[in-house]
């Protein structure tokens, strides 16, 4: 997805360089959140002291909340609405999507957060940005590092071509939702469901004639219903977009060489209104049990309203959760973890 974006100026410095990276993916990622506006002023704070020279500073959240207020125009009330602890949160619940940011634009650093907590009204806490080598696993991975949960994975995203159809209406760039490609991209899928209203309308209405049933009526009862199974599963991936997030794209919006993909949606960088951006893309993994590729699918009666990720060789044993956010998986099915623990 990231790949259609131009890398930063180089400047021989890959602390400078990095911090760039996460200014450019922070607009992104987190566009106009309060969380990712607050963290940008800590990581401008840094990019500007390491490029005179300077090490990385540490910024206190009384000066933050203070600037925040400026920058928002608003009362004391108003700027009393972060937490250290929370801004640490946002950020390291994001910190392997920044790495495989990156490592994408050969960027040998990455930065990460440092939060140091403060002892009270005269201490308050201090956020300052080190960096450590991109190739490098984070240990942030804190959760459940593969030493002590050898069922977590690690979802890669990559970014798929679209179908023709796709490619031709809206481009195959990342765009925003509230913009004339989403809104062609929307109104396709809506006139879908048009179309299905209009194939019942008919049948009713030849119906009310009051004509005998024959062999023709049941056959138009047919080809409705299978219109209207093709319509809606053309359209369900986009329907399920603004709650989900994250759908499975199907072949109707793949190109012919993509098997695996996904439509997904994220905050759009520099727009007020909170519009989130439309990207086809592929989560994909490793799996830790048989070193297999990890796919996402649909979780199916096992695991209803739910995408998960399957191994390509063991795909109802080695199931995985999806999070969307870090990034990560968990195993879905106990028995993996006992075999995996099992001796051999």
Known sequence: MDANRSKPAQTGNPQVESLQLALEWLDREGGQQRNARVLREVLDTTLTAISRGESPPETDTTTLRALFQRLEGAGDGAAKVFRATELGNWWDSRQEQLRQRCALAGCALTPYLVVKKGGGRGLPS????????????????????????????????????????????????????????????????????????????????????????????????GLTMLVTAGLWWLSRPVFHLPTQRVTMAGPSFLALSELYGQLRTMPAPGRKLKSREFAVVRHWGTCPICSAEVDLDHGRVAFPDRLVGRCHDAPLEHVFSFDPVRLVGRALVETTREETNSPS
């Open 126 to 221: 201090r956020l300052s940005f080190q960096f450590r080598p991109t190739l490098e696993a984070e240990p942030e991975e804190d959760i459940a590092t593969p030493e002590l949960d050898p069922t977590l994975v690690c979802y890669q995203m990559d970014p798929v071509r679209p179908a023709l159809w796709l490619r031709l209406v809206v481009g195959s760039r990342p765009f925003p939702v509230q913009s004339w490609r989403g809104y062609v991209l929307i109104g396709s899928a809506a006139m879908n469901m048009a179309l299905i209203g209009l194939a019942w309308f008919w049948l009713l209405s030849s119906w009310s004639r009051g004509a005998p049933v024959t062999t023709a009526t049941l056959a138009q009862l």
